[in-house]
């Protein structure tokens, strides 16, 4: 079976990161340097997620109201209420995955902060949202726990805002251990503020959870198998009646993925993969655009948005079902791929009509850097074959 998501690291990764420190040390103070550079920003904190970086970036920020796009990962929702933030739906006005400068326009208050976001590696119009939020005194944060790497005409995603955050997610384009993350700013004060924030809150990781981490880890290497991705998807899936681990449930306490310092046995498993950034990238967007260019012919899913410029750096290969998505999925999946449900759950009120259409019809393909041609070609004809029942 093709697995929904196989990480970007290897045995060899993770034994070499095994005896570094809980701590940040001299291989998290380079990731950090190497963040710096591609970003061309000159603050960089590491964290332990991507929501884990937007709880402390929206902590360091003044204002109680915070602008979140309808249709996104439901942890940016929770990380605006762990920081005492009152989250502002802002309604998709189509069935896209990114956000117009229409949609903010009801919502552009002086003091608020817009979380700007890139889903899925997809460029969003991120110059005419920040000249809008500019004009009406709203700050523009950036996610791109999704499109790290991403271009926007010609320029770095996460550089037009006031700050950005990312993550190291197991399905990002960059894998940590089970996860981790950064946040990166041009501003020194915004930056100081952030510090501190993580100064008072952030906590070494205990040796169980780096222990539970490792082990987890060496296990989704191991899936890479195709027989033993199987058999886990059967016991893990299957037979637990459910499709997915995704809740959607918001938590009221921050936990690891928020507390626990990015460490630099972590940072370790994370440096060879910033070494292959532009490699793993280009075949990332080539697998993009050639899956796009032959499923043309598919009338019962939606595919995703074109890549005009050539300078995405898409982590997701989202389709969007038009009816029955559990039927589809499940035919799909005895057909021998998997797919992903990446946002199922989503945090924005049910009356938000176009988000959750498109919670409710996405399916994400297996889009990992190490597909292989033989796989993308599987994929090409399972889902044809699924056109034709
Ligand atoms: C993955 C993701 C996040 C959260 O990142 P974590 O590292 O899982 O906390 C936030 N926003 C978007 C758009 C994401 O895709």
């Given at each position: 079976?093709?697995?929904?998501?196989?990480?970007?690291?290897?045995f060899?990764?993770?034994?070499k990161?095994?005896?570094?420190?809980?701590?940040?040390?001299p291989a998290?103070?380079e990731?950090?340097?190497?963040l710096?550079?591609i970003?061309?920003?000159p603050?960089?904190?590491?964290?332990?997620?991507?929501?884990?970086?937007l709880?402390?970036?929206l902590?360091?920020?003044?204002?109680?109201?915070?602008?979140?796009?309808?249709?996104?990962c439901?942890?940016?929702a929770e990380?605006?209420?762990?920081?005492g933030?009152?989250?502002?739906?802002a309604?998709?006005?189509?069935?896209s995955?990114?956000?117009?400068?229409?949609?903010?326009?009801?919502?552009?208050?002086?003091?608020?902060?817009?979380?700007?976001?890139?889903?899925?590696?997809?460029?969003?119009?991120?110059?005419?949202?920040?000249?809008?939020?500019?004009?009406?005194?709203v700050t523009?944060?950036?996610?791109?726990?999704?499109?790290?790497?991403?271009r926007?005409?010609?320029?770095?995603?996460?550089?037009?805002g006031?700050?950005?955050?990312?993550s190291?997610?197991?399905?990002?384009?960059?894998?940590?251990?089970?996860?981790g993350?950064f946040?990166?700013?041009a501003?020194?004060d915004?930056?100081?503020r952030?510090?501190?924030?993580?100064?008072?809150?952030?906590?070494?990781?205990?040796?169980?959870?780096k222990m539970?981490?490792?082990?987890?880890?060496?296990?989704l290497?191991?899936?890479?198998?195709?027989?033993?991705?199987?058999?886990?998807?059967?016991?893990?899936?299957?037979?637990?009646?459910?499709?997915?681990?995704?809740?959607?449930e918001?938590?009221?306490?921050p936990?690891?993925?928020?507390l626990?310092k990015f460490?630099?046995?972590?940072a370790?498993?994370?440096?060879?993969?910033?070494?292959?950034?532009?490699d793993?990238i280009?075949?990332?967007?080539?697998?993009?655009?050639?899956?796009?260019?032959r499923?043309?012919?598919?009338?019962?899913v939606?595919?995703?948005p074109?890549?005009?410029?050539?300078?995405?750096?898409?982590i997701?290969?989202?389709?969007?079902?038009d009816?029955?998505?559990m039927?589809?999925?499940?035919?799909?999946?005895?057909?021998?791929?998997?797919?992903?449900?990446?946002?199922t759950?989503?945090?924005?009120?049910?009356?938000?009509v176009?988000?959750h259409?498109?919670?409710?019809?996405?399916?994400?393909?297996?889009?990992?850097?190490?597909?292989?041609?033989?796989?993308?070609?599987?994929?090409?004809?399972?889902?044809?074959?699924?056109?034709?029942?």
């Open positions: 079976m093709i697995p929904r998501a196989r990480p970007n690291y290897r060899k990764d993770l034994l990161a095994a005896p570094k420190s809980r701590d940040p040390g998290s103070a990731v950090a340097e190497r710096r550079d970003l061309g920003l603050y960089v904190l590491l964290t332990p997620s991507g929501r884990g970086a709880y402390i970036l902590k360091a920020t003044p204002g109680a109201e915070v602008l979140i796009p309808s249709y996104t439901s942890a940016v990380a605006a209420l762990l920081a933030k009152q989250p502002i739906f309604e998709h006005g189509s069935l995955y990114n956000q117009s400068v229409d949609d903010l326009a009801p919502h552009l208050q002086d003091g608020r902060t817009y979380i700007a976001t890139h889903q899925y590696g997809f460029g969003a119009p991120i110059e005419a949202m920040t000249d809008a939020c500019r004009s009406a005194g523009v944060y950036e996610d791109i726990a999704a499109a790290f790497g991403t926007v005409n010609g320029r770095l995603a996460g550089t037009f006031a700050a950005c955050f990312g190291f997610d197991t399905t990002k384009l960059v894998n940590a251990p089970l996860k993350g946040l990166a700013t501003d020194p915004l930056f100081r952030a510090q501190n924030v993580a100064q008072g809150e952030l906590r070494t990781m205990s040796v169980m959870r539970a981490l490792i082990g987890a880890a060496f296990v290497v191991g899936l890479r198998n195709p027989l033993l991705y199987k058999a886990f998807h059967t016991l893990n899936f299957a037979w637990r009646g459910r499709a997915t681990a995704e809740s959607g918001l938590r009221t306490t936990s690891e993925v928020y626990d460490a630099d046995w972590q370790q498993v994370v440096l060879p993969q910033l070494d292959g950034f532009e793993t280009r075949r990332r967007r080539a697998n993009y655009q050639l899956l796009r260019s499923l043309q012919h598919l009338r019962k939606a595919l995703p074109e890549d005009a410029g050539s300078e995405w750096a898409p997701r290969f989202p389709v969007l079902c009816d029955d998505k039927n589809y999925y499940e035919r799909g999946v005895g057909k021998g791929m998997d797919f992903g449900f990446s946002f759950k989503i945090a924005a009120p049910t009356a938000h176009s988000a259409t498109i919670a409710a019809g996405v399916l994400n393909l297996p889009f990992d850097a190490a597909l292989t041609p033989m796989e993308i070609e599987t994929m090409i004809n399972v889902l044809t074959e699924l056109e034709a029942t």
